[in-house]
């Protein structure tokens, strides 16, 4: 059975994955229009380089979301 806690906690590290993500494209754009990373093709950048705190923690919220979804589906 679904709980309330559970469902409290899957939109918690839905909301903390969706704010690192939003951050992170933010950083690329704002990276790519100053010239900082070259595009290799039309709309696909290349990344290789870029270092941004939010490219680890989008990591770890995602990382974390997934358990917690996991959890949800279980019943815990």
Known sequence: MIT???I???LIELKR???HLLALRS???M???EGKVACSAAGR???TYFRSKHHAAAKRASMDL???L???RAGR
């Open 4 to 6: 309330d806690l559970a």
């Open 8 to 10: 409290d906690q899957a």
């Open 17 to 19: 994955t969706e704010y």
């Open 27 to 29: 950083e690329r754009r």
């Open 31 to 33: 990276a790519l229009a």
């Open 45 to 47: 950048g290349d990344w």
């Open 66 to 68: 997934t358990r917690k």
């Open 70 to 72: 996991a959890a949800l």
